[in-house]
């Protein structure tokens, strides 16, 4: 899935640049060269994030524990439109964006075939993974990226479904039903409840959702779908996340008039050339009562 468009109410992409072919590749060397060229950060501003958040993921009857603390499992994380499991890598490796983003734009990576580079990547994966890492389950309609991601030991499962679309597959239920993170850091303009309600049906317990969202959409309808399970919704209002710059003069304008819209102020974000994404995050009402999120996100 693009991580590059928006949609309006109606659920259509609307006047921002298309970059559906980056996602259809065998593996992720045009992901970083093309989406490179235009500074594209948004995995590296989650990556502290995600892993801040899962260390405080208590289960729902006792949020005041933090898995951490207690030398627990925080369970599986569930990576929505993962793509080639980026997100997987910056979580579960001692790598960052920026050093992924040379791998694979290297001269190296380059001269490599397919076969070649999923063996690289492999070992190289392999050899940096962390005592801690987690089960990361990816959720994407783009096969050949989650297939990457499988292959190189990324992703512990990967499912193609649309959820907007049917309900899930018995299989996807079952490598869900212990998630405790479920993280979103380019697809939230291509989904609604309908993605997440049938997930959170199938769960032991209500997990943490942390979605990083265009300022020029809206959240609110999934934030109304997910409160039907006894969750709250909270956005960070204390910064936003640079994505990425403006491939052009018209994506600007339609940026800062759609974050004007919105309500928010473009000032010194979109009118200095990069589109800014918000934190949102979701948990039982407990658990936001527990680990206030200005707190939370300091730890």
């Keep these: 899935m693009s991580a590059d468009q928006n949609s309006d109410d109606s659920g259509s992409a609307t006047q921002m640049t298309r970059f559906d072919d980056i996602y259809t590749q065998r593996d992720p060397r045009s992901y970083f060269r093309v989406l490179g060229a235009l500074d594209y950060q948004t995995p590296h501003h989650a990556q502290g994030v995600f892993r801040r958040l899962l260390s405080f993921v208590g289960l729902a009857e006792d949020p005041d524990r933090s898995a951490v603390q207690h030398g627990e499992s925080p369970g599986t994380v569930l990576d929505i439109c993962c793509s080639y499991g980026i997100n997987a890598a910056l979580l579960n490796h001692y790598v960052t964006y920026e050093e992924l983003h040379a791998r694979y734009t290297s001269p190296h990576a380059a001269d490599l075939t397919v076969a070649e580079l999923i063996e690289w990547d492999r070992k190289y994966y392999a050899a940096?993974?962390?005592?801690?890492?987690?089960?990361?389950?990816?959720?994407?309609?783009?096969?050949?990226?989650?297939?990457?991601?499988?292959?190189?030991?990324?992703?512990?499962?990967?499912?193609?479904?649309?959820?907007?679309?049917?309900?899930?597959?018995p299989a996807l239920y079952r490598a869900t039903r212990d998630t405790r993170l479920i993280t979103v850091t380019g697809g939230a303009s291509f989904l609604s409840a309908r993605t997440f309600q049938p997930l959170l049906e199938g769960m032991q317990e209500p997990p943490c959702v942390a979605a990083f969202v265009l300022r020029t959409g809206s959240y609110q309808k999934i934030a109304e779908g997910l409160a039907r399970f006894g969750m709250v919704t909270e956005k960070d209002t204390s910064r936003t996340y640079p994505q990425r710059r403006f491939t052009g003069t018209d994506e600007q304008r339609y940026a800062i008039a759609a974050v004007s819209?919105?309500?928010?102020?473009?000032?010194?974000k979109e009118t200095d050339g990069h589109f800014h994404t918000a934190l949102h995050l979701t948990r039982p009402a407990a658990h936001a009562v527990a680990h206030p999120l200005p707190a939370l996100l300091q730890t």
């Excluded at 819209?261 to 010194?268: E, K, L, Q």
Aim: proline share 12%; with cysteine; hydrophobic share 40%.
């Design 128 to 169: 940096c993974r962390r005592p801690d890492a987690v089960p990361v389950v990816g959720l994407d309609i783009a096969a050949p990226a989650t297939a990457y991601g499988r292959a190189v030991g990324l992703l512990d499962a990967a499912f193609t479904e649309n959820l907007e679309a049917d309900p899930p597959s």
């Design 261 to 268: 819209a919105a309500g928010d102020d473009p000032d010194g």
